[in-house]
Nanobody, 123 residues
Framework: QVQLVESGGGLVQPGGSLRVSCAASGFTFRTYYMSWVRQAPGKGLEWIATISTNGRNTYYADSVKGRFTISRDNAENTLYLQMSSLKSGDTAVYYC????????????????RGQGTQVIVSS
């Protein structure tokens, strides 16, 4: 069956860096656009980044542009999000999500979405 399993979350100090990963299985990973969305405590889902099937095109929300980098390894069926200059406002559950039609900026409505990994930015 389809699985998207996020890992790498945790507690990090403001200004620090963290990389979260998403291991995909059960579908043809290389043919899907992949995204990261997040949900902060008490708030709705927020789209933050998308990467094209071959990794050549990336898209970012203004809130993370210049601080976060999305990447993928199609040989390993893995998606990454490198986060730097983290702020308290980045505290959220981070979800990876798969979408086959190349749409960018979706908060929800993905074909598949993982269970999430918690990132807490605090001193």
């Amino acid at each position: 069956q389809v699985q998207l399993v996020e890992s790498g979350g945790g507690l990090v100090q403001p200004g620090g860096s963290l990389r979260v990963s998403c291991a995909a299985s059960g579908f043809t990973f290389r043919t899907y656009y992949m995204s990261w969305v997040r949900q902060a405590p008490g708030k709705g889902l927020e789209w933050i980044a998308t990467i094209s099937t071959n990794g050549r095109n990336t898209y970012y929300a203004d809130s993370v542009k210049g601080r976060f980098t999305i990447s993928r390894d199609n040989a390993e069926n893995t998606l990454y999000l490198q986060m730097s200059s983290l702020k308290s406002g980045d505290t959220a559950v981070y979800y990876c999500a798969a979408e086959r039609h190349g749409r960018v900026g979706l908060k929800d409505g993905y074909d598949y979405r993982g269970q999430g990994t918690q990132v807490i930015v605090s001193s």
